[in-house]
């Protein structure tokens, strides 16, 4: 069965250092998102991206994170000057379609970030 | 602004028993409402779905109730079986992007 997967499973950093996650959306699907979940917590919006471009973004999103699409199969989540607090989960889901689908998303299992 | 929020931090039920789990929320302009389940260590996965022009949803084991008039969603459990035990989180989406409520706990023993 398709799945989207994510890499690394879990990076350590030093605060102030950049950090890209990986992540391997399901093939056919167009819409691709970014979350995050600081331990114990709920599952937090950071973008959505279609077409190439950012759909959406919260307010978590600042200029220290962006995302790329650099080929046909990868989408990264980077963070150019980690925070302590940018220590969390962070999930990476992708969609098929919107129109005559359904809401699902389907999640990777998650790339552990941890800054000191 | 969209905020998703759960009645009850944790749930505890009886294996077999039945869970109904409950969330509000405040966005009208919703498109679907989902419920997902995260196990630990393990992304959120999908469990139903319903549109909001609809009030009921039923899947296996699982039923779906939205009420539009109170903005209130809720997840029923069939016989809640020990693989059922995780957080359970209610979802809205509209537009582009998906918001999560705060998660409720779900306990079965055995």
């Known amino acids: 069965e398709p799945e989207v997967t994510q890499t690394p499973s879990h990076q350590v950093t030093q605060m102030g250092q950049e950090v890209i996650l990986r992540c391997v959306p399901i093939?056919?699907?167009?819409?691709f998102y970014w979350y995050r979940q600081i331990l114990g917590q709920k599952v937090e919006f950071l973008v959505s991206?279609?077409?190439?471009?950012?759909?959406?973004k919260s307010e978590i999103f600042d200029d220290q994170f962006s995302v790329e699409r650099p080929d046909g199969s990868n989408f990264t989540l980077k963070i150019r000057s980690t925070k302590l607090e940018d220590s969390a989960m962070y999930f990476c889901?992708?969609?098929?379609?919107?129109?005559?689908?359904?809401?699902?998303?389907?999640f990777g299992e998650g790339s552990r970030l941890t800054v000191l | 602004g969209e905020n998703v929020g759960l009645h009850l931090p944790t749930l505890s039920v009886q294996e077999g028993d039945n869970s109904i789990i409950n969330c509000a929320y405040s966005?009208?302009?919703?498109?679907?409402f989902i419920w997902y389940k995260q196990e630990s260590g393990k992304g959120p996965q999908f469990i139903i779905d319903?549109?909001?022009?609809?009030d009921k949803r039923q899947g296996q084991r699982v039923t779906v109730l939205l009420n539009k008039t109170v903005k209130h969603l809720s997840l029923q459990i069939a016989a809640t079986q020990p693989g059922d035990s995780a957080v359970y989180f209610c979802?809205?989406?509209?537009?582009?992007?998906?918001?999560f409520g705060a998660g409720t706990r779900l306990f079965v023993k055995a």
């Open positions: 319903i549109r909001s022009n609809m």
């Open positions: 979802a809205i989406t509209g537009g582009f992007k998906t918001i």
């Open positions: 889901a992708s969609k098929p379609e919107i129109a005559g689908g359904t809401g699902e998303l389907f």
């Open positions: 991206f279609y077409n190439n471009e950012i759909s959406e």
């Open positions: 966005n009208s302009a919703s498109d679907y």
């Open positions: 093939s056919n699907h167009l819409y």
